[in-house]
């Protein structure tokens, strides 16, 4: 087993265990056990599962796009501030002053990915497992928690005549009506994608500041909004069916809970908490509160101490020598 495998056998036999679990409970409330639909929910059971642990990170990315985004107008002030300045002393106290600013809007630039680093280790090995159902079948042996005769049941189940361990690239077993892989295989792609770009197209849209929209960090997020769907849409080709299953779920979960980020807290300045604050108006509530951050007061302090540093630093100067 090489070094990835060895990190994923653990991620293997948890989501394996997961769907394992859901399934015996649907089998055991009385849907046939073979059949590719309890597979089906058993996926997306683990999906629920893993995204509902999420919970606790996401609402850390959620400050975190959303310090990012309201720190880009003071980002841009003190890159001009030391525009042309390479010094040291310079250099630090730029370094000193970014790290305030982090610290004040309470993100800094990782903070953002961290829910989808955590998330592709049980994704690469979802993939591993489903992909890998075939082969072990062949082999005689399980996969994961998967004993052998639930790899047998599982390579057998299908959807809409299509085996859940099929891809539009690789097809199905022999026997397979090829066609019908192909088309579920596109129609689960498309909605994988959809579902991706229009998440971030709706946070692009309604909950971005003026100040954020005019930013450089705008035009990165831009090229993301179109170059990311087209790698997974790429990607999804060599995807099993059951995994396009797993990550068109998990981006619909993705879609919900951007939803209500932005209809109940948005970002300030953005049109949706524009378009709350009206709300709230029209009920004679008042404004709602940012979400996360820190007091102003607090951050007000924190920002004066660093630039009262670095206004202190000063070039060493040569002392004059008298003349002979």
């Known amino acids: 087993m090489d070094i990835f495998g060895t990190i994923l056998a653990p991620f ?4 394996s265990a997961i769907m394992l679990g859901f399934h015996d409970g649907l089998s055991f409330i009385g849907l046939p056990p073979e059949n590719g639909w309890t597979w ?14 999420l919970i606790p990170v996401f609402v850390k990315q959620i400050k975190a796009q959303r310090g990012m985004q309201l720190l880009q107008p003071d980002l841009k002030k003190m890159q001009a501030k030391y525009k042309g300045k390479t010094d040291q002393l310079s250099r630090q106290a730029m370094a000193q002053e970014q790290m305030a600013l982090y610290k004040k809007h ?14 592709m280790p049980f994704f690469f090995a979802l993939f591993q497992v489903l992909s890998g159902i075939t082969q072990a079948r062949q082999a005689g042996t399980g996969i994961g928690a998967l004993s052998h005769e639930q790899v047998v049941q599982f390579d057998e189940s299908s959807i809409f ?51 954020a929209m005019a930013s450089p960090f705008m035009r990165q997020q831009k090229m993301m909004l179109y170059i990311l769907p087209l790698v997974f849409g790429v990607g999804g080709i060599n995807f099993p069916i059951g995994v396009l299953i797993y990550w068109t779920t998990t981006n619909l979960w993705t879609m919900g809970q951007q939803f209500f980020v932005i209809r109940r807290m948005p970002t300030p300045g953005s049109p949706a908490a524009r378009a709350l604050a009206e709300r709230r108006a029209a009920k004679g509530l008042p404004s709602h509160p940012l979400f996360g951050g820190k007091k102003d007061a607090d951050v007000a302090a924190e920002v004066a101490v660093v630039e009262v540093k670095a206004q202190q630093r000063t070039q060493p100067q040569r002392k004059n020598r008298k003349k002979k």
């Open 106 to 119: 309470g993100t800094n630039p990782f903070s953002a990915c961290l829910p989808m680093l955590i998330q």
């Open 161 to 211: 005549g299509a085996p859940l361990s099929a891809s539009l690239l690789h097809g199905g077993p022999a026997g397979t009506d090829q066609t019908v892989v192909w088309v579920l295989s596109i129609v689960m792609i498309l909605a994988m994608t959809a579902s991706q770009f229009i998440t971030q197209k709706q946070i692009m849209a309604k909950n971005m500041s003026d100040e």
């Open 40 to 53: 089906t929910l058993s996926i997306i059971g683990l999906v629920l599962v893993i995204r509902a642990a």
């Open 12 to 15: 293997k036999w948890l989501v």
